[in-house]
């Protein structure tokens, strides 16, 4: 059965010069597009190809490979208005198309959007859209406490950052627990926070517990190394010190460095912590 919008396995029925036809089964025969060698591909030859619906409601295929498949969400960039839509960079010679209908927001060009890439209609073309409430899974999460999901960052509020988790559900990153750059349409991990009784999840970026500290102990370990064995920073510095040169919060600075401390991996002065033994050597 021929998955449209997705990638198929197809054998390579019919060539004359140039052009190839795919063995679609019930389907029929489906012609392959797009920028392709076609002296590597011969009868019989199995091969890997992206499947859509052009205009005339015909079955291509294509072996370049797009950015975003159908059922996924993708960050993308609109290269075209129209005044019936956007016109998206997806990987393809075709560009993907947003109507004005799905859009959360008036897209701009140039810019980059995070969207949800479907079968529009009967006719199976494909779109996009970037109001992604109504692509959330509808069975209510079931995450436990601290446990690590994949996000994609997809807006930006006065409270955080909202996030797809699991490529399936919503999630908010609260502004006053972020300590590092964020930007639409980045991937990244997280964890866990809570699950609300509105369905929405609740997420952090850091580990909590000692989990967390023994991760943020080798790097805070590393970089002292790398500044020749010590620095000039202890646990009475200011937050924007600490976040500075470590990246992280001072709550979890003085976790990570009393983990090392306990281990006498460091030792701490008023003035600063350096690695245990390089006063000696």
């Not at 890439?117 to 996009?128: E, G, Q």
Request: charged letters at 25%; hydrophobic letters at 40%.
């Amino acid at each position: 059965m021929i998955r449209i919008g997705k990638i198929n396995r197809l054998f390579v029925k019919q060539k004359w010069g140039n052009i190839i036809h795919l063995d679609g089964g019930r389907s029929g025969d489906i012609l392959l597009k797009g920028k392709c060698s076609a002296e590597k591909y011969q009868p019989g030859d199995e091969i890997e190809v992206f499947v859509y619906v052009d205009r005339e409601q015909r079955l291509l295929a294509t072996s370049q490979k797009p950015y975003g498949m159908v059922g996924e969400f993708a960050t993308l960039q609109v290269v075209a208005n129209s005044a019936a839509g956007s016109f998206m960079n997806w990987g393809l010679d075709s560009d993907l198309f947003v109507p004005r209908s799905e859009q959360q927001e008036a897209m701009r060009e140039g810019t980059s959007y995070v969207v949800f890439i479907f079968l529009y209609d009967k006719n199976n073309r494909i779109t996009a859209s970037s109001k992604l409430d109504k692509f959330f899974d509808p069975a209510p999460p079931k995450y436990p406490e601290g446990e690590e999901v994949d996000l994609l960052v997809y807006a930006e509020t006065a409270l955080g950052y909202s996030a797809v988790v699991n490529s399936a559900h919503a999630g908010m990153i609260y502004k006053n627990e972020v300590f590092q750059a964020i930007v639409i349409g980045q991937r990244l991990r997280g964890f866990v926070k809570k699950v609300r009784e509105d369905g929405k999840i609740d997420l952090r970026l850091q580990q909590t517990g000692y989990g967390r500290v023994d991760d943020i102990s080798q790097v805070i370990l590393d970089i002292i190394k790398d500044r020749g064995g010590r620095v000039a920073v202890t646990d009475k510095s200011p937050p924007e010190d600490v976040y500075a040169l470590f990246g992280v919060s001072k709550k979890v600075f003085k976790k990570a460095v009393g983990a090392l401390y306990k281990q006498r991996l460091v030792v701490i002065d008023p003035d600063g912590i350096e690695i245990a033994g390089v006063s000696e050597s």
